[in-house]
């Protein structure tokens, strides 16, 4: 489960770094412009999903692993 969090929070941080430069930077203005402008909008969003369900996944393995190690000892 850590990998996937991993995986998730990764990509999350890029999605949002592209959506960032698309939106807030002249060369993305110019790259995306009108309506199309609307592809780095919206992959940031997803970017900022992504970025949640790492860290939801990350705190399910970090309870499943302290419950574990609690009826362990």
Known sequence: M???A????????LLVA????GVNTVAGR???DEMAGMIPFGLGVLGVL???????VALIA???A??????AG
């Open 62 to 64: 970090v309870l499943r």
């Open 18 to 21: 592209y959506g960032w430069w």
């Open 30 to 32: 110019r790259r995306y």
């Open 66 to 71: 302290r419950r574990g190690r609690r009826s």
């Open 6 to 13: 991993v995986i998730l929070a990764l990509s999350g941080a």
């Open 2 to 4: 850590r990998v996937t």
């Open 50 to 56: 992504l970025l949640a369900a790492g860290a939801v």
